[in-house]
């Protein structure tokens, strides 16, 4: 297009393009601009005259392009050529505009700002102290804006920016802070150093406001140059990038919330919904650092004080000596909701959800002010971003339930019928938002079904993606998948247990230990949720478990450093809030008791324990702290990963410690309405007990009993009296929970148990049929027996055997997937069938056998099959006449197929 139109034979004069300069982000075309602009714009759009532009004629051409909006592709890449050729010549403010011009134009060139930013650092003696302000500050955004992530040169413009930061126009702060929070870039001297400016910005129009004799001003600050005032919008940047970089400045603060509850009364600084939003987004995450309260009572310290304190504290790394008295809260959050029921008509639907979400994590709930928000968001829907909809679904579900729960249930449905039509504008944490929220709505299974469809898809999608991505290290951390976001996604399949599940999860363990190790990023806590996961999908990835069980190990080496050991109750809890909240940090073992719950049950049900991490685990067990601060359900589940383990391993102090706290605490519980489940990921449980969680009890004491067999040789010991005695209170708690009589100690089936009738699936019908074709009477054939008080369920039992033969359909839930291997789980089972008291005869009839009998003949061949299998493992046919049996046993880990099974059945 460029080679096509006619060229000028002389260029414009510099001194015009020189006129046509204007500040980045205020360039409006006129008509006499676009006269102006004329003879430029078709000299420029001779490409080949590019190659000869002088750098100064160059970077203007760049900068006038972009504010006409030209987006000739072969005119773009002539200036970046010619750009890379003369960047030595190219001064800092050819470059500025350089790269303004290209961010503008929306031209992401990586070529290009890497030569830029290799001459900066390079040349850094000779172009530093010619670098204005407003030149780092349109460099810093350019990058920012385009995405492009070069840690190096950000470092260097903030040690030069820090040292000028009085000669930056005010509105610049904002935004050069927020270009290093949006690329997760620390600058924690630069934003210390903005925070304090700030600071003294705010006081001193502060002092002029209250001076009766100063003469009024328009805006809040007023910079003297430019005219450029420091209001609210730039405030709330500020605070929100502060926010972003962990960075606390308790003076900052404390002005902040002084503006927004009416300190200035004069009315100068007025904050929209937008202001106010991003506001109240930043206290939520320094609340994981400063104490705040609603008490209106509580005084903090004046601004100067606390400016004062905070800084020097920052800069020194105190973060304790930082701390002022608790920040009274209770006037900002008034003012905001005052607001908000005044203009939520015109409020952007987003500052509306994250005003939402900060009230409630405040647990301040103005009347009415919920109600309003979900009316307004039901009625401008075409407005709503998904990731709106998630995490005010997300923030909606942590509410109280009021009386009338119509408006909660309008809004999920909302969610369930909007979110999937654009998930593709999601950011990662806005994915792992919506993959918590959802089973918390209590949607319709359809609706749960279709959302977690639509999430698979996208997931899996820029999972592929990112293995063929060359340029992974130039992309903004924030539009990457953290190890936290695939923890949160992982669990959130498996707590609804999604079909889609297995392959999400397989195509997230690559990127876990690809080239990035993400692995090594991940938390006590994230670990639990992607093992979990696993575990609850039968995924077993050695190469990613293997450096699962070195992270948990390292995380346990740095839980017993004196740093965390010598740790009170308040850092710990500052510890877990800020994890709560986005801000991550170091977890150790007893600021995560769940975590070393769930990692001990999903590492032992996927048969992955290390000695070494098996010592890490139960050497947290043995902390009182740790042992007190599980839930009843947590408990349990400690006590079942020990019996899925054999409880080889396990110090018997701490076995003694672990039935101790089942006995007190979980058969003392009250009961509970509803499952808990055993993820990581819910923290909220609450004292209680299920139905499952004794029967799941009950089975872990039986493991308990055998095991104390074992290492006595005999039953009746004082280790089993005691065991026994659990099981016995065990046997009450289920009676008054269910009503359900159960069998004796002894674990034999009784005739207060009524069998069911049916089999739950299409294989054990078919194992069924194939025995009542076998000839076996309908009195001594019992289906669906309930196992240890309906912890287990036997699919058939056969009674006229002594003892009875269990026969087991083992379907591919009790295999590992894709490998021909019994679950710890299964084995667990097992063991308990044939080694405990009642000591059953088990058969197994693996699902792949039974698929690989010829169908031609009906049952026929089903009925030899297991004619010849009952034989085997008997040693008896089925009227009472002996058989040899034979020597080979199954293995009970890997089941390999039977020889012969087709020539039998035949």
Request: charged share 20%; glycine share 6%; net charge neutral.
């Amino acid at each position: 297009m460029g080679a096509s139109l006619p060229s000028v034979a002389q260029p414009p004069p510099f001194a015009q393009i020189h006129r046509l300069r204007r500040p980045f982000g205020t360039y409006r075309p006129s008509k006499q601009a676009a006269a102006k602009l004329s003879p430029l714009s078709e000299y420029r759009r001779n490409v080949h005259e590019v190659g000869h532009f002088e750098h100064h004629v160059l970077s203007a051409a760049v900068y006038a392009t972009a504010n006409e909006g030209y987006r000739n592709t072969q005119l773009w890449e002539a200036y970046s050529r010619r750009a890379v050729e003369v960047r030595l010549v190219l001064t800092c403010k050819d470059m500025a505009m350089i790269c303004k011009g290209f961010a503008k134009a929306a031209i992401r060139d990586l070529e290009l700002f890497k030569a830029i930013s290799e001459t900066i650092r390079a040349e850094r003696a000779r172009l530093l102290p010619k670098m204005t302000p407003h030149n780092v500050y349109s460099i810093v955004t350019a990058y920012a804006s385009l995405d492009i992530y070069d840690e190096p040169l950000f470092r260097v413009l903030a040690k030069h920016a820090a040292l000028h930061l009085e000669d930056f126009f005010p509105n610049d702060l904002g935004g050069l802070l927020s270009a290093y929070a949006n690329m997760d870039i620390a600058a924690p001297e630069l934003a210390q150093s903005v925070a304090g400016h700030a600071v003294r910005l705010l006081s001193s129009a502060a002092a002029s406001a209250a001076d009766p004799s100063a003469q009024k001003m328009p805006s809040f600050v007023q910079e003297k140059k430019t005219g450029d005032p420091l209001n609210a919008r730039n405030v709330a940047l500020l605070c929100n990038a502060l926010a972003k970089m962990d960075v606390v400045h308790p003076g900052f603060i404390h002005c902040v919330v002084d503006l927004m509850g009416g300190a200035d009364s004069c009315g100068r600084f007025k904050a929209n919904t937008q202001d106010m939003a991003l506001t109240l987004h930043a206290l939520m995450r320094f609340s994981a650092h400063l104490p705040m309260t609603l008490d209106q009572d509580t005084l903090a310290p004046p601004p100067e004080a606390a400016a004062t304190t905070g800084s020097h504290a920052a800069r020194n790394g105190d973060l304790d000596a930082a701390m002022p008295s608790p920040l009274p809260l209770r006037g900002a959050l008034e003012a905001i909701a005052g607001h908000v029921h005044k203009h939520a008509h015109s409020s952007p639907v987003r500052s509306l959800r994250m005003i939402a979400h900060g009230m409630e994590h405040f647990g301040f709930c103005p009347p009415g002010l919920f109600q309003l928000i979900a009316t307004e968001v039901s009625r401008r829907l075409s407005e709503c971003e998904p990731a709106d909809l998630s995490i005010l679904s997300l923030t909606y579900t942590r509410l109280p339930r009021p009386s009338h729960t119509h408006t909660h249930t309008a809004l999920f449905q909302m969610v369930a019928r909007e979110v999937p039509r654009a998930l593709s504008s999601c950011a990662p944490s806005d994915l792992a938002a919506l993959c918590n929220a959802v089973p918390k709505m209590g949607l319709s299974a359809a609706n749960v079904s279709s959302l977690f469809d639509a999430v698979a898809r996208e997931v899996r999608a820029r999972l592929g993606g990112i293995a063929a991505d060359d340029q992974l290290e130039m992309v903004a951390p924030r539009l990457r998948f953290e190890a936290a976001h695939l923890a949160q996604i992982g669990n959130a399949f498996a707590r609804v247990g999604s079909p889609h599940g297995p392959a999400v999860l397989e195509g997230m363990l690559p990127v876990l230990t690809g080239r990035g190790q993400l692995v090594e990023k991940l938390n006590l806590t994230e670990l639990a949720q992607i093992t979990h996961a696993m575990a609850r999908f039968r995924l077993r990835d050695e190469p990613f478990l293997d450096k699962a069980a070195d992270r948990i190990a390292q995380i346990g080496e740095q839980s017993r450093s004196p740093q965390h050991t010598e740790e009170g109750s308040d850092s710990t809890t500052r510890v877990a809030l800020a994890a709560s909240f986005g801000l991550r940090k170091e977890e150790t073992f007893r600021s995560s008791p769940l975590a070393v719950s769930s990692l001990l049950l999903s590492m032992a049900k996927l048969d992955v324990m290390p000695h070494g991490l098996l010592s890490t685990l139960t050497r947290q067990l043995d902390d009182t702290e740790v042992l007190d601060s599980l839930s009843p359900m947590g408990i349990v589940n400690t006590l079942f990963g020990l019996s899925v383990l054999g409880f080889s391993r396990i110090d018997g102090r701490v076995l003694d410690k672990v039935i101790s706290a089942c006995d007190d605490r979980v058969l003392g519980a009250p009961p509970a309405s509803s499952h808990d489940h055993e993820s990581a990921a819910d923290t909220e449980q609450g004292p209680c007990v299920t139905p499952e969680a004794v029967s799941q009890l009950i089975a872990s004491l039986a493991a308990l009993r055998l095991h104390g067999r074992q290492q006595t040789g005999d039953w009746g010991g004082e280790w089993d009296h005691r065991v026994l005695g659990v099981s016995e209170r065990c046997v009450d708690v289920l009676r008054a929970l269910e009503g359900h009589f159960v069998c004796g100690q002894g674990g034999h089936v009784q005739d207060l148990f009524r069998p069911s009738t049916h089999a739950e699936s299409g294989f054990h019908r078919e194992v069924v049929s194939a025995l009542s074709h076998l000839g076996v009477p309908e009195q001594d054939l019992q289906i669906e027996v309930p196992f240890l008080q309906g912890a287990y369920s036997l699919d058939v039992v056969l009674t006229s055997f002594d003892p009875p033969l269990v026969i087991e359909a083992e379907g591919s839930s009790h295999f590992y997937r894709r490998a021909r291997r019994f679950t710890a789980t299964s084995r667990l089972k097992h063991r308990l069938l044939t080694e405990g008291p009642h000591g059953y005869t088990l058969l197994h009839i693996p699902h792949w056998e039974w698929r690989q009998i010829p169908q031609a003949d009906g049952m026929s061949g089903h009925v030899a099959y297991l004619r010849r299998r009952i034989a085997e493992t008997t040693g008896q046919r089925l009227d009472g006449s002996s058989v040899c049996r034979p020597e080979s046993r199954v293995d009970p880990v890997n089941v390999p197929c039977a020889a012969g099974v087709v020539a039998a059945a035949g």
